[in-house]
């Protein structure tokens, strides 16, 4: 093999090992909760949920993972710490190896999530994943002096540095609100009938599988025919767990109920909890909804959050806020049907991803781009110095 094909089979690695970090990594950060959760099934399948019990430890690992495998990525795009980037990327994947063989023999857990809800792998599929990644990363190893370095040494730390911040900036966004990136099947413009339809091919299953509403007090307008059908709007709180949910935004939860008592609108809360749990919440907050009951698997799903809010119309989402980010008092002045809260726009959610991806890629772009300028300034001076020299020879 001569040496310009080495260098281009050594450089197509390299970009495909950093490009499957990067975005695994980017999954993990913009959903740190699926990323918890996913966690939470691992433990569970062995048998090791008692030693990290506190949802808080899963929450860490996923976003420690998310940071370590965006950064990972990115040092190895740029051919920073080559020696130390190859080794920790070939010590994660040697471990995620033998433990994705063996989900794919006992499949103790179904989906590995290791790109989150963005694209599906079966256990086999992730397993093969994992062995070319661990060849791609023994050729780096072996050939890691043809990487071309796209950095100078002096600034490695900076761009080292920046990638962390970015991450953990990026984590701390999406646990605030919901994930910038939906990947999940309720995402914010879903027609919820339609993705509960059965598809032509026998084999696969609808998007949404197991959206069911059972109202608690009997209601029938409260089932989920009722709620799909609503040419009006509906607001869905999502609760999982109310025993565990984050009592910190009370007054705005009771606001929004005024609101949709005031002009007609449905206001439900959906829970997985038992009536104890119910109770003593509504003894609590003074909740005066109606409450339903929703598989818990369902309810993370719909919203990270808890609780989160949904409005749906038409059984179309149009709206999603966790806690922290729901429609406060002062905006809901009119109907629904006048405010822009009830009426998404792509063009929207795509200015504020390119934006939070330009805040990451410009800098990075501009830095690469004065130091190669730097460098070849630098590398002419030598050049004319050595040319110099021999004249004077």
Known sequence: MNSKLQWTVVNTCRLVVSATFVFSGLVKLIDPHGTAYKIHDY????????????????????????????????????????????????????????????????????????????????NWQTFGKNIVLLAMLALLWWQRNRLSRLVSQPLQWLVSLYSVLYALFLAGL??????????????????IPTAMQWPEDPKAL??????????LDGNADNTT?????????????????????????????NALCDYAQKYGYRFLCLTASGDSAIH???????AEYPFAFTDELTLKTM????????????????????????????????SLAKLDIAH???????????????????PLAIL??????????????????????????
């Not at 999406?174 to 027609?191: V, W």
């Not at 003593?280 to 003074?286: A, C, E, S, V």
């Not at 808890?306 to 179309?316: E, M, R, S, V």
Request: charge should be negative.
């Open 43 to 122: 433990l569970v399948a062995l048998q090791l949920i008692d030693l990290f019990s506190a949802d808080y430890l899963t929450l860490i690992s996923s976003i420690a993972l998310g940071v370590m495998e965006f950064t990972l990525g990115i040092l190895l795009f740029c051919s920073i710490r080559r020696r130390s980037t190859i080794v920790l990327m070939a010590l994660l994947t040697s471990f995620y190896t033998p433990l994705t063989l063996w989900l794919a023999i006992t499949d103790a857990v179904t989906d590995c999530g290791c790109f989150g809800d963005a694209v599906h792998l079966s």
């Open 280 to 286: 003593r919440w509504q003894d609590m907050t003074g």
């Open 206 to 215: 609808p998007e949404i599988l197991d959206f069911n509403v059972e109202p």
């Open 344 to 362: 998404p726009r792509f063009e929207d959610y795509r200015r504020i991803v390119l934006t939070l991806l330009l805040w990451y890629v410009v």
């Open 225 to 253: 025919e009722a709620i799909l059908a609503d040419s009006s709007y509906t607001f869905l709180l999502t609760a999982p767990h109310l025993e565990q949910a984050d009592d910190s935004n009370l007054e705005t939860i």
């Open 303 to 334: 919203a990270r959050s808890n609780p989160a809010l949904l409005l749906l119309h038409n059984g179309t989402i149009v709206g999603k806020w966790s806690n922290r980010t729901m429609p406060r008092e002062e905006v809901l002045t009119r």
């Open 174 to 191: 999406c646990l605030y609100g919901e994930p910038i990136i939906d990947f999940r099947p309720f995402h914010i413009m879903q027609h």
């Open 368 to 393: 690469i781009l004065i130091d190669r300028a730097y460098a070849s300034i630098r590398w002419w001076h030598r050049k004319q110095k050595r040319t110099d020299a021999s004249v004077k020879k």
